[in-house]
């Protein structure tokens, strides 16, 4: 009995264990991104934002979570029951599986899996399903039209992201993300971060990080003006909150997928006293939320793109710039022998 | 322990699933259960210690060409009805390719008990010490350069096909010309002009 | 990888070189101007030139390479005199039917770039298939000539004929390489390697393994899948459809070089790695020999069709062709590329011909439009008819020495009754050859045809009836290297 608990019993707990303590501190974040995106657009158009309810509007994200939960949850007659409420659930379900590899410090991750790079890609191209799905399932045709733009977006951009990976992995030698945050450990500090040695190559990373989470500037599912509300129009009450979470919770995981691949992870830019003190996961959150900013701030300044030049910017832009990206980088490591051994 | 379970439940749901695909009257289901039945597929994959195959199998198959089918099949209209019309009619062809494709897959299983000696000159073992990724690179970019090289070109040769086949030049579409218009200057299109009231220009 | 752990690339060299070539080819077509009707025929016309510029280069690279056996890139790619001669075969074929494509493309507002590239794409895969020493790479070549050919068939993408003819090879051609995969499988599972060299150890007589009921299969279903390739009974019947229907030029193409590549293949594997199980395939070869001529002469009689007919005529060819592979000996491979030398020549002059089949500015296609040929255009009647002599195998011409040699081969090896069903195939071929003939001088005149012959379709016609007539004089020039080719095949 003993070994049964110690065998089985135990190391599922334990997991299980990891897995709220992973996913707690996610939805609390996602909770207040909202409040701190109100926040700092209403600082940038000079405006307060919300500011009623609580402190600072502090408790603002409580409130909207809680008017969210008691609606109703409507289903159009139309629409193909089990499709609709399997969308949402699937886009909140792939935002919170794809942090199980993510490293919080080192040796701070639930599954430290070979190809953790790979598993995060794989999981972030799933998320075109969610929005497929809901666009299908809706049997409305503002909701099919985003799911159909989203869809062909997410598929573009994923091609550029994948050969900037390829370029940092090339410098790297591994596919797993404590190695790729190790890589980038140096006495130089932060100048041994790949986002500072591979400056463009991180940049393309993250605007393809705004398109594949469908933000603005490239937020056309979602665009008001011609769609309503895109794919998920026909959502509302927990349905929504569902949609709504998984999307917030998937900036936070490409902020955290930008910090570990560009940003060093959780090591601190200069390894000097005062800095190298602090704990790991406390730098690592300190990027992801300098990530988040921009998000913030890109929504605040820049107007939507058209969906041609979106089209054109993936396809004619970045793939073609990711893949020179590719060659330069590895006609680098050769030339100059710095490949990495494994 | 787990790992038979997790065999079982994976290889369960993949076998489900496949079924599902053909006998679901909704194509748009159909695909959602290939889906399914890759991912499953994929976690087989990893049980066997292929989790670089498994990854790549999820990346391309559901991610990109599952994609694709969805598209096709949303935006299809299809009569369901009639298409399961022909269903007893073309059930004889069905069976027997499913007959044979199930003999030839005997064949294959029943090969190692034909010639024992068969499986000694196959097995090709995953060497120790390193990660499948990287025994795989090992051997796709040195001893397998050629076909890799040959790979790349068929694949150039299907996406200019594509474009042949498909692409078609409009004659009267008004293309956005992004140099052009950053290289436009105010002084080149504003013009500044005294009007004298009541004359115009 | 050091650069010490290159793999020889001096096999490699012509193929590297198309390769490259093809990329650069593209890059210039896309940059060219073609927003214009004038501007896109100009690029075509360049990228056309460009394409016959890269065969010959690439002919000449192949000859410099030309010596002993070379293996490289793990042994998936070996060269030999018997590649040499192919690759050359090949890249002559391709050569000429691109040479004679301009004016109908041009004509037929096909006139885009990518034909000429993917000319030689197909040729690039061909050449692979050729030094293919491996499952694999067997594979890999065919799929990219197959592929190349199943857009050349569609690419008239505004007819309906043309899209049908590339729909229906392309649904064909994917089962046949299916098989072809499938059983490659079965030979990787049961032998445990893809590579031909050590097959051929393993099934060699004394060797470790016992050929097992695996392999056998295996064998059976890379046969099925090459014989559609080549279009031989009873994998054919794509053949008449497809070269219908497709664009008369690559039609020509059809004809000539993906035949030769294909039985080069059928030459490669069935006399390499499974050399020694002669046995075991020499009926299945005997079967679909006499089936192809018997077909090939019969169904020919009633077409109406010239591309049609020509289709059926190619199926018997190839029949007579593997007559060669059946004798399964250094003679009647000597034959196979004796034939594939004349064949060559041969068609690519006829499709010259067929080509020059304008009236008001169309394409005519059907065997009565010939009437009254030799009245408007004596020359051009006299050409078709030495061709057609030559393809019924009439002595002196040259078509008559390739039937020759194979059928000598087949009563050296005491394969009578092929020899004799060859001997009967050709005596009913010869009547449809000749009713062309008849037509082209004897029948009531029609309307004649466009006068107005472009250069090199007159030059491909001159030099195929001179070599259709003058080979009897210089024999050697083909004869030589074609020995030389066998016996390196049957590693001399």
Redesign the interface.
Known sequence: MVDFWFNYIWPVAWIVIKIVAIVIPVMLSVAYLTLAERKIIGGMQLRKGPNIVGPFGLLQPIADGLKLFLKETIIPSGASRGVFILAPCVTFVLALVAWSVIPFGDGMVLADINVGILFLFAISSLGVYGILMAGWASNSMYAFLGALRSAAQMVSYELAMGFIIITVLMCVGSLNLTDIVMAQKGEYGMLNWFGVLMFPMAVIFFISTLAETNRHPFDMPEAEAELVAGYNVEYSAMAFALFFLGEYANMILMSGMTSVLFLGGWLPPVDIAPFNMIPGPIWFAAKIAFCLFIFIWVRATFPRYRYDQLMRLGWKVFLPLSLAAVVIVASVLVAFDLAPQV | MIQALAFYMFAFMTIASAILVISSRNPVHSVLFLILAFFNAAGLFVLLGAEFLAMILVVVYVGAVAVLFMFVVMMLDINFVEMRQGFLQYLPIGGLVGLILAS?LL??AG?WI??P??????AAPIPDGVTNTHALGQVL???????F???G??LL??M??A????HR?RTGVRKQVIADQLARHPADTIELRKVDSGRGI | ?PLS?M?NLVP?LPELFL?VA?LAL?MIGVFLKS?TADNAMRTSRQIWMLSILTLVLTALLVLTVSGERLYT??G??VTDQFAVFMKILILGGAGLTLLISRDYLEMNSMG?F?YG??CI?AT?GML?MVSANDL??LY??L??QS??L??LA??R?DEQRSTEA?LKYFVLGALASGMLL?GS??I??????TNFTVMAEMFAHGG??AP???VI?GIVFILAGLAFKVSAVPFHMWTPDVYEGAPTPVTAFFAVAPKIAGLALFLRVMTGPFGDLVDQWQQIIVFVSIASMVLGAFAAINQTNIKRMMAYSSIGHVGYALIGLAVGTETGVYGVLVYLGIYMFMTVGTFACILCMRRGERMVEDISDLAGLSKSQPLLAMALTIFMFSMAGIPPLAGFFGKFYVFMAAVEAQLYGLAVIGLVTSVVGAFYYLRIIRVVYFDEAGDPFDKAVSRPIAFVVTLSAAIMVFFILYPALLLDPAAAAASALFGG
Do not use: C, K, W
């Open positions: 030839e064949t294959l090969s034909i010639s000696d068969a499986s000694r000159v196959g970019y040195t001893d397998y350069l050629y076909l090289e040959a790979a070109m068929i040769v299907a200019i096909g474009i042949v086949l498909t030049r | 990888m752990e793999p490699a390769a093809i593209l927003d890139f793990n998936m790619f885009r990518e590239i993917l794409f690039l692979m694999i790479s890999v070549g799929e990219m592929l190349s199943y857009v569609a690419f993408r590339g499938y499988s079965l990787y599972g049961f032998s445990g390697t470790d393994y097992s009921l695996g299969i």
